[in-house]
């Protein structure tokens, strides 16, 4: 009996130490597993955080006028360059992530800011090539492509399936290609780009309506109390409610490097549809006498894309200790956008 016991107590033993030491290498086997996948998500992380680098917008142009066996006509080289800013922001390393439901895309906060500014310079575009750029006049008929493509790009940014935002995208683009092709074939002369000051002037008025917000944005980072001058200079001018006579502006906190970044994508993307104007709207440019004034906007912007040495972005007061990015990046996109007021007065000369 004492021996059939012990034998037992022994079984009862070993298989609660083969248990025990079981379930200890299953939950080291978990521990690792989850550790790699942080590890992974981290280092993809930073990865598909580095912001997209510049790109020559003429080389560019010739490329894709080679691929297409085209000619590099008037309006080619700022089409190129639309089609080529919206594959970047559509293939670059992590693809899309504004839309993102898992991570690392969802963790990530500063290139889906950064994507959106770039949207928007997109959306501004296309809408002035299907509104003034491709049409000889008010009465004319709009580009069938152009009209395709520009509600395209205006899709919702967050749709994540069903569909995407990356498909309606990819369907815009297509449609600019298509109107690319058509541009430069002698045999397609419905298909036009108008390079004209008038049109060159409405197209800078939605950009300078966009560098003001921002630069508005940015600056109250700090939050500041601004006169309400909404109604100044018109007399019978009326609003819809009454507003106070001080109006106190301020970024919320957890959006100041959303709206950094924001600008960083929005000026990205400007620099090189700017570089592909001076191209396309040479002759009207020097005739203005105003081909400076565009390169003044160019160095401005890009000095908004220097390298970003602090791992966040930070937010001292005005004369504070501590830096103030968003004050630094909305001097420059203010005197861009000087540049810009100073650029549409010259075109509006004879």
Do not use: C
Request: hydrophobic share 40%; aromatic share 10%.
């Amino acid at each position: 009996m004492a021996l059939t016991d012990l034998k037992d107590r022994w079984t009862d033993f070993s298989v609660d130490a083969r248990a025990y030491l079981g379930g200890s290498f299953v939950s080291k086997v978990i521990f690792a597993l989850v550790l790699l996948y942080l590890l992974l998500v981290i280092v993809l992380g930073f990865y598909w955080s580095i912001e997209p680098g510049p790109f020559s917008v003429r080389e560019n142009a010739t490329r894709m006028a080679a691929e297409q066996q085209r000619q590099v006509v008037s309006g080619y080289t700022t089409t190129a360059t639309l089609v080529r800013v919206a594959e970047t922001l559509l293939d670059k390393p992590g693809g899309y992530l504004y839309n993102d439901l898992f991570p690392p895309g969802l963790m990530i906060d500063n290139m889906p800011s950064w994507e959106y500014g770039v949207l928007i310079q997109m959306r501004d575009l296309s809408r002035g090539m299907r509104k003034d750029l491709s049409r000889s006049q008010s009465q004319s008929k709009e580009d069938p492509d152009l009209a395709i493509a520009e509600p395209q790009f205006n899709f919702d940014a967050n749709s994540w399936m069903l569909p995407s935002s990356e498909k309606e995208y990819r369907r815009g683009i297509r449609m600019l290609k298509r109107y690319l092709d058509r541009l430069s074939d002698p045999q397609q002369p419905n298909a036009q780009f108008y390079s004209r000051a008038d049109n060159l002037n409405n197209w800078l008025a939605d950009v300078s309506a966009r560098l003001g917000s921002l630069s508005q944005r940015l600056s109250a980072s700090v939050g500041k109390v601004r006169i309400n001058t909404d109604l100044a200079g018109d007399r019978s001018a009326t609003q819809s409610t009454q507003t106070s006579d001080e109006i106190v502006v301020k970024t919320p906190w957890l959006q100041i490097d959303d709206v950094f970044y924001e600008s960083r994508g929005s000026a990205w993307a400007l620099i090189h549809i700017l570089q592909a104007i001076e191209v396309d709207f040479a002759d009207v440019l020097k005739d203005k006498n105003a081909l400076v004034s565009v390169r003044q906007i160019i160095r401005e912007l890009e000095a908004t894309q220097e390298t970003m040495w602090s791992p966040m972005v930070l937010n001292g007061s005005g004369f504070g200790v501590l830096a103030n990015h968003s004050l630094v990046m909305a001097s420059y996109i203010s005197r861009a956008n000087a540049a810009i007021l100073d650029l549409r007065a010259l075109l509006t000369q004879g």
